[in-house]
T-cell receptor
Framework: DAKTTQPPSMDCAEGRAANLPCNHS???????VYWYRQIHSQGPQYIIH???NNETNEMASLIITEDRKSSTLILPHATLRDTAVYYC????????????FGSGTKLNVKP | GAGVSQSPSNKVTEKGKDVELRCDPI?????LYWYRQRLGQGLEFLIY????????KSGLPSDRFSAERTGESVSTLTIQRTQQEDSAVYLC?????????????FGQGTRLTVV
């Protein structure tokens, strides 16, 4: 499965949009982009996933570039509770046993 | 239950002792996964159960690690002759498999400290 590259950390002001980038230049045609987050001392939490089209749910939006080599997770109005490590994972569907959780991006939401 | 449940939440054990970690998946989930997370690092896949198929053990780091699952219910991860390097949070996740969109749901983990 393809690996991903994320910045180690980002800051965001409370109430503003948080845009978390992810590069996955070696993604294959049947691989999805998944986003999970891990709040301190908790298990990872699913956020969103997509294949080619942009996706939106109650938590976030996922923007995938046309060539699918990168994507951006958008938290439209970040709150202090969104402070967490965000993992971008590329994998075939249902291949959770092949999920590669790298170091992720530590998002710090500041008042 | 409503989510994936793991027990104990914390375990301190002496080097050389055996430990058992338990995972109760979400009812109806056919797939179950174990991961390990060392301090400040990402998750490492350990083992995967899917229904009655042979488990994918490709992530187990040594023969001291083993896991069992009966049907689509509880799973137990056993670490024999624990070493200090085994200290980590052990996370369990479960999911449906099939044609519908799905995701993996994680438990809160068991924090294992080997002293």
């Amino acid at each position: 499965d393809a690996k991903t590259t994320q910045p180690p950390s980002m800051d965001c002001a409370e109430g503003r949009a948080a845009n978390l980038p992810c590069n996955h230049s070696t993604i294959s045609g049947n691989e999805y982009v998944y986003w999970y987050r891990q709040i301190h001392s908790q298990g990872p939490q699913y956020i969103i996933h997509g294949l080619k089209n942009n996706e939106t749910n109650e938590m976030a939006s996922l923007i995938i570039t046309e060539d699918r080599k990168s994507s951006t997770l958008i938290l439209p109005h970040a709150t202090l509770r969104d402070t967490a490590v965000y993992y971008c994972i590329v994998s075939r569907k249902y291949n959770f046993n092949k999920f590669y959780f790298g170091s992720g991006t530590k998002l710090n939401v500041k008042p | 239950g409503a989510g994936v449940s793991q027990s104990p939440s914390n375990k301190v054990t002496e080097k050389g002792k055996d430990v058992e970690l338990r995972c109760d998946p979400i009812s109806g989930h056919t797939a179950l996964y174990w991961y390990r997370q060392r301090l400040g690092q990402g998750l490492e896949f350990l083992i995967y159960f899917q229904g009655n198929s042979a488990p994918d053990k490709s992530g187990l780091p040594s023969d001291r690690f083993s896991a069992e699952r009966t049907g689509e219910s509880v799973s137990t991860l056993t670490i024999q002759r624990t070493q200090q390097e085994d200290s980590a949070v052990y996370l369990c996740a479960s999911s449906f498999t099939g044609e519908a969109d799905t995701e993996a749901f994680f438990g809160q983990g068991t924090r294992l400290t080997v002293v």
